[in-house]
C-alpha cells in the first residue's frame, strides 16, 4: 500500500531503505506540542476566513485537544510509516473525527508546517535558556557578594599576574552571561515572525489571514516572502551561533574550575555532589561535571557546524536536507542547557580556599605592578623606568628566595636611593586589591557594589517575570 496521505499516484510501497532514510519522527516527535499549537490556529482561521465551517473547526480542534493529552500520558502510537510528526498527528486526527479532519490541511503543506513548528521550539529553546542564565547569574552574584573581598591570583598566561578577588572573578562570568542573554534576546526577535500560510513555496488562492495566525502564536507578524518563509533556517543557525558562544563560556569556566580542584592548584573544592570517585585510586576526586561541561560544548559547536553545512549549497525553496535541521540543534540546546544547569550547582557548591587563595596570591610577585606604580606616584618616574627598578627589586628578591615583602630596605635603596619604607604599604596582596578602585576593577568595594547592582537587576527582572 502506498502513503496514504501523499500516494495518489503511486502504486508501490517504498523500499525499506527509502522509508529508513526518510523517517523523521524519532526526531521531530519532539514538535509534537508546536505542531498541535500551529494547527489550532489554522483551523480556527480557516473558519473565521469561510474556508472550512464552524463546526468543523470546531471538531479539528477537540480531536487536536485529545491528541495534546494522549501524547503528553504517553499514550500515543508514533508510527514510522508516516514519516514525520505532522502526518502522525492528522492520521490520529482522521481516527478521531473523521473526514473533516482531511479539511485542516487547506491553504498550507508540511513545508510551512515545519518551519512554523521548528521556530516556535526554537523560541522555547531561547526562552529556557534565559532563564537558565537568569539563575546562573543569581548564583554568581551571590557567591560573589560573599567574597567580594577574598583575594585570589589573578592569571595571564595561566602565570600568576596581579592579586584579584574572587568575587569580582564570578562577576566575570555575570557579564558574560549577560551578553549571551542579549544574544538569545536578538534570535528571538528575528526568528519571530510566522511562516504559517506561506503553503508550499508561493502562498495560496484561498483567502487566508497570516495575520491571525502570526497573533495567535504569539508571532509579532507573518514572514513577508513566501520563499523565504520556507526556505531558511537562519534562525536556527543564529540561536546555535548564541548557544556556541555561550557553551564556550561555560566551558572556559569549567576548565577553570578542573584545575582550581586540581591538588597541585587546591584553590577550591567541590563537595561530593559534584565530584566522582575513582574505581582504582581512593583517594580520588575528580571533577566529572566539569569535564563533561568542556566536553558538551563539542556537541553545541558540532551542531552550528552541521547545519551550516546542511544549507550551504541549498538552492530556494524547501529542500528535503533541511530536515536534517533538528536533531544536532534539538541535542545541541539539551547539551547546553544541561551545561548551565551543572555549572550552576556548581558554583553553589564550591568552596574555595581563603588561605591557600591568599598565599597564592602573593606567589610569584603578584605586588611587582603595585611596587612599579608607587614608584611612579611617589617619585615621579616615568613607567618605564620603575618597570626597570621593579625587575631588579625582583631579581633581587628571586637571588634570596624570599617575596618582595621580604626584601630589605637597605637593598631596595642600593638599587633605588630614594625608595622609602613607605614602600611597604602597597606589597600586600590586600593593599593592592584595595587599591584597584579604577571602574571595573578589582578593589572590594567596586565587587561589593557591583553585585549589589546586580542583585538587584536581577531581582527586579525575576519579578517583572
Ligand atoms: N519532515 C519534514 C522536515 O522536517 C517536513 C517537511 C516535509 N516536506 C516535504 N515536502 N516533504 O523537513
Not at 525499506?16 to 489554522?42: C, G, P, T, W
Not at 557578594?145 to 595561566?158: I, Q, S, Y
Not at 556537541?299 to 530556494?316: E, F, H, Q, T
Not at 628566595?401 to 630614594?418: D, N, R
Request: aromatic share 6%; hydrophobic share 45%; glycine share 8%.
Amino acid at each position: 500500500m502506498s502513503n496514504k496521505m501523499w500516494g495518489g499516484r503511486f502504486s508501490e510501497r517504498p523500499d525499506e531503505i527509502m522509508e529508513e532514510i526518510n523517517v523523521s519522527i524519532d526526531v521531530d516527535r519532539h514538535l509534537f506540542a508546536q505542531d498541535i499549537a500551529a494547527s489550532k490556529a489554522h483551523a480556527a482561521m480557516l473558519a473565521t476566513q469561510g474556508i472550512i465551517t464552524a463546526s468543523d473547526a470546531k471538531n479539528i480542534g477537540k480531536g487536536l485537544d485529545t491528541i495534546l493529552s494522549e501524547i503528553g500520558k504517553g499514550g500515543f502510537a508514533f508510527k514510522r510509516a508516516l514519516e514525520d510528526i505532522h502526518m502522525n498527528v492528522e492520521s490520529r486526527l482522521s481516527e478521531l473525527i473523521g473526514p473533516a479532519a482531511g479539511r485542516l490541511h487547506t491553504a498550507r503543506s508540511r513545508n510551512d508546517q515545519v518551519a512554523t513548528d521548528f521556530r516556535l521550539f526554537v523560541r522555547d529553546v531561547i526562552d529556557e535558556t534565559d532563564a537558565a542564565l537568569a539563575a546562573f547569574q543569581q548564583a554568581l552574584v551571590g557567591r560573589a557578594l560573599e567574597h567580594a573581598g577574598t583575594v585570589m591570583p589573578g592569571f595571564t598566561h595561566l602565570q600568576t599576574a596581579q592579586p584579584v578577588t574572587f568575587g569580582h572573578h564570578l562577576l566575570a562570568y555575570v557579564e558574560m552571561a549577560a551578553r549571551d542573554r542579549g544574544r538569545f534576546q536578538d534570535a528571538r526577535k528575528r526568528l519571530n515572525e510566522s511562516p504559517l500560510g506561506a503553503a508550499a513555496l508561493a502562498g495560496t488562492s484561498f483567502p487566508i489571514d497570516r495575520h491571525a495566525t502570526a497573533k495567535a502564536l504569539l508571532f509579532d507578524r507573518p514572514m513577508a516572502n513566501s520563499l523565504d518563509a520556507v526556505s531558511d533556517r537562519d534562525f536556527v543557525l543564529e540561536t546555535l551561533s548564541a548557544a556556541s558562544i555561550c557553551a564556550v563560556h561555560m566551558s572556559r569556566f569549567a576548565e577553570e574550575i578542573v584545575i582550581w580542584t586540581s591538588p597541585l592548584v587546591g584553590l577550591i573544592r567541590l563537595s561530593d555532589k559534584f565530584t566522582t570517585g575513582s574505581s582504582i585510586m581512593p583517594q580520588k576526586r575528580n571533577p566529572d561535571a566539569a569535564e563533561l561541561v568542556r566536553a558538551k560544548t563539542g556537541r553545541v559547536i558540532g551542531a552550528l557546524n552541521g547545519l551550516l553545512i546542511v544549507m550551504k549549497g541549498l538552492p530556494l525553496a524547501y529542500q528535503k536536507d533541511m530536515q536534517e535541521d533538528k536533531q544536532g540543534a534539538m541535542e545541541g540546546f539539551a547539551a547546553l542547557s544541561l551545561a548551565i544547569r551543572a555549572m550552576t550547582g556548581m558554583v553553589r557548591d564550591l568552596v574555595p580556599d581563603e588561605a591557600r587563595m591568599k598565599a597564592a596570591a602573593g606567589e610569584g610577585y603578584a605586588t611587582a605592578t603595585d611596587l612599579a606604580d608607587w614608584l611612579v606616584r611617589t617619585l615621579k618616574m616615568p613607567f618605564r623606568g620603575a618597570h626597570h627598578v621593579t625587575g631588579r627589586i625582583v631579581a633581587k628578591a628571586a637571588e634570596g628566595g624570599v617575596a618582595l615583602h621580604e626584601v630589605p630596605l637597605s637593598e631596595m635603596q642600593a638599587i633605588e636611593p630614594k625608595i622609602t619604607k613607605d614602600v611597604f604599604g602597597v606589597l600586600s596582596v590586600e593593599s593592592s586589591v584595595k587599591s584597584r578602585t579604577s571602574f571595573g576593577g578589582t578593589a572590594p568595594k567596586n565587587v561589593a557594589s557591583q553585585a549589589k547592582a546586580w542583585a538587584k537587576r536581577l531581582e527586579k527582572e525575576r519579578k517583572l517575570g
